[in-house]
């Protein structure tokens, strides 16, 4: 099972049930969808799964952030329900996405022909709201424009956090979603934790701890931005905090170079961490 994939409800290219076709292609056994921030693929993902005999997991990768750094965090089997706290606070990140996406374009626009409407129409296009916008779809909109010619380049030279065009968003303290996600009958996986190169992305290795302490399910260890040492920090704390170790490939379509199913979670640690779960799905 791939425990990480991204569909164009969020920032990937392939439409929730082109995900899965992706997934059947790759001869795996299913896969979650864990778009950021939001679960609005979840039904067409699930239905095109159930077609092509795939099992399908309900995910999302949260945006959180513990002391200064921006913290992604996997959830798995959470309440779908609009009503759940987790939701509400969900709600919040992407109105803070939506503002900060436009922000951003407002300041680049003044340096490269891109324009706010000319972002939200290419991710209309693909299926996501002006809610889910986030830099990849910036990046494209300048490729479009001929300003840039790959999302790297983008990422690079325009969108990297200290340039001037960057703009934070306002995302959930990780201890805090750690909670919500428990409350909505779900289980948390910290994603790519130690992937360097990512500026103030991941934790400390002290963080990691603590996160685990407070209640954190599982680590994702086999993700491409872990290199072995990392992998071996990090499955070696998941065994001292009894945590569950996962993989996934963070597959984004043609937006990034991750391949479905080039990281997979083993059965085993995919029954453990469906134990820690309190769902009904
Ligand atoms: P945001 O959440 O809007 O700050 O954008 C971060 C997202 O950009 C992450 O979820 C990654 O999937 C994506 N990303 C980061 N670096 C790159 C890159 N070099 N090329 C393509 N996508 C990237
Ligand atoms: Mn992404
Ligand atoms: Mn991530
Ligand atoms: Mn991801």
Redesign the pocket.
């Known amino acids: 099972m791939d425990l990480h994939t ?1 569909s164009a409800v969020s ?1 990937g290219t392939d439409s929730p049930a082109g995900v899965a076709r992706t997934a059947h292609s790759a001869r795996i056994a299913g896969f979650a969808l864990t778009d ?1 921030d939001t679960t609005a693929g979840w039904a067409d993902a699930s239905a095109a799964a159930q077609e092509l005999g795939l099992t399908f997991i309900p995910g999302i990768e949260v ?1 959180t952030r513990f002391r200064g750094r921006s913290v ?1 965090m996997l959830a798995y089997w959470i309440n779908p329900s609009e009503n759940t706290a987790l939701a509400h606070r969900l709600h919040a990140v992407r109105e803070s ?1 939506r503002k900060r ?1 436009q922000k951003m374009v407002e300041r680049i626009a003044a340096d490269f022909p891109i324009t706010w409407d000319s972002v939200c129409e290419l991710a209309a296009a693909r299926g996501a709201g002006p809610r889910s916008i ?3 779809h910036i ?1 494209d909109a300048l490729i479009a424009a001929g300003s840039v010619g790959t ?2 380049e983008a ?2 030279a325009i969108l990297t956090p200290d340039s001037p065009y960057y703009v934070p968003y306002d995302a959930i303290d990780s201890v805090e979603a750690i909670a919500l996600i428990a409350q909505a009958g779900g289980v948390s996986v910290g994603a790519h934790l130690l992937s360097g190169g ?1 500026g103030d992305h991941g934790a400390e290795a002290s963080g990691i701890r603590d996160l685990l302490d407070a209640g954190l399910c599982g680590l994702e260890v086999d993700h491409r931005e872990h290199a072995e040492p990392e992998r071996t920090v990090l499955r070696t704390m998941a065994a001292h905090a009894g945590a569950v170790i996962t993989g996934g490939s ?1 597959y ?1 379509g043609s ?2 170079p991750n391949r479905i199913g080039e990281n997979l979670t083993s059965p085993d640690q995919l029954e453990a961490l469906y134990s820690r779960a309190s769902t009904t799905q």
């Open positions: 991204h920032d950021h945006s992604h996405r996406a986030g830099r990849p990046a999302r790297d990422f690079g990512r963070d984004h937006g990034k």
